[in-house]
């Protein structure tokens, strides 16, 4: 026997013997296609019993090329087919419906710089494959997808990383490396918070687009939702997008996001609006606020451990003083209003908690020698009361003899 011969029936062995590979016993792809069929076995699509035959169609029952080819066979070899291909299931209500998934991303997806391109036959765009994979689909939420978050800024990455794609449509290919190293990446890719922004929180799902200005603010809003309201109370909510200035990006820039500590409020507003003005004093006043609070609820703290030695019962006051942090917490999103009474407001209660605290203390702690000492005076009282008490009896026994 060829060797030649031999192919299609080790392939048809190991479609029988591999699990999951015999899925339909119709299906015999796998013979001319191992490689496929493996990858396919562990599919989402293979799981929930979706066949080659519903996206290649042909007759799946055939080993013979030809007739396996035959009635509505589609190779899809062609990238802009991609997209209706998968819709022809993703839109359809009722087969969605028990999975509640949305039925309408290929509409979100024409809408979106990758979908537009690839309507107007521009194929290096992303289709669905390049995203999710092809014969391998797995379920977003399974850690080995290429959609999982963890994985989405290596999956963008294929392309917005590529530097020579990348300047034919005059993008930046240096995105995802900023994104790893901003606070949101750290987050995600080293902390392992799935929480964290990735690029599909930002960006939009099957519809990505960058946010324009005047809506940056509500795409991280979505997550900072007290800095939002607070920002928008302030006088940068328009005075920002009137001069084109990217909302939130110009303070903590887009993909490369920074946390912005207490300290750089003494030179953030200096930097728009120069060392000597109004706006350069409001943030030194700002920084100094929340600065002065911190520092009396750390001393009170302190000295509630300090106490807890002696020993004091300490827990009501270590209570009160997370209570304090919380105000202090507070005030960090109120920094946005760029306003002295919002701020002043919870720094002053974080403080006022400090002071009642350590005061308090001090009283307890100044009171613990006083009754320390009185309980030495009765102490040397009744031992000189007995000394004098066996002294005279001594001197009674004396006499007597």
């Known amino acids: 026997m060829r060797k030649e011969s031999l192919l299609p029936l080790l392939s048809a062995a190991l479609v029988l013997t591999l699990p999951g590979l015999a899925s339909s016993a119709e299906e015999k792809c796998g013979v001319c ?5 493996v990858a396919f ?28 080819h035959r009635g509505g066979f589609r190779s899809l070899t062609g990238r802009a087919e991609v997209p209706g291909l998968c819709a022809e299931c993703h839109s359809d209500l009722e ?16 809408t979106s710089p990758h979908g537009k391109a690839v309507a107007k036959g521009d194929v290096r765009a992303a289709v669905c494959s390049d995203c999710h994979g092809h014969h391998e689909i797995l379920a977003v939420a399974d850690p080995r997808s290429t959609a999982h978050p963890r994985n989405l800024p290596a ?31 750290h987050a995600l890719l080293e902390e392992v918070n799935d929480a964290a922004p990735s690029c599909t929180n930002c960006h939009g799902v099957h519809g990505p687009t960058p946010a324009g200005m005047g809506d940056l603010d509500k795409v991280c809003g979505s997550c900072h939702v007290q800095t939002r309201r607070a920002f928008l109370e302030g006088p940068h909510s328009t005075a920002m997008v009137e001069a084109g ?23 953030l507003c200096a930097e728009c609006h120069g060392d000597d003005s109004q706006q350069a004093l409001l943030g030194r006043k700002l920084h100094a606020l929340i600065e002065a609070a911190g520092v009396e609820v750390d001393k009170a703290e302190e000295l509630a451990f300090d106490a807890a030695r002696g020993p004091l019962h300490i827990e009501d006051h270590l209570s009160r003083i997370e209570e304090a942090r919380t105000q202090l917490t507070e005030s960090a999103p109120l920094v946005h209003t760029v306003s002295l009474g919002p701020v002043e407001q919870v720094t002053r209660r974080a403080r006022s908690i400090g002071e009642e605290v350590r005061h308090e203390l001090y009283a307890k702690m100044d009171r613990r020698p006083a009754h320390l000492g ?23 026994r004396g006499t007597g003899s």
């Open 95 to 110: 087969q969605m419906r028990p999975y509640n998934l949305p039925v309408d991303q290929h509409a979100v997806y024409q």
């Open 33 to 37: 296609h191992p490689e496929n069929r």
């Open 245 to 267: 200035l990217p909302e939130c990006a110009s303070c903590h820039s887009n993909h490369a996001t920074t946390r912005l500590g207490l300290e750089n409020l003494e030179t």
């Open 155 to 185: 999956t963008c990455g294929r392309c917005h990383g590529d530097e020579a794609l990348m300047k034919r449509y005059g993008l930046d290919p240096k995105v995802v490396e900023a994104y790893e190293s901003s606070i949101h990446g």
């Open 41 to 68: 076995a562990s599919s989402i699509h293979a799981r929930e019993g979706v066949g080659c035959a519903s996206c290649h169609g042909g007759n799946p029952a055939s080993v013979n090329v030809e007739e396996a």
């Open 374 to 396: 009185l309980v030495l005076f009765w102490f040397y009282l009744l031992m000189t009361l007995a000394i004098l008490f066996v002294y005279k009896r001594s001197l009674r």
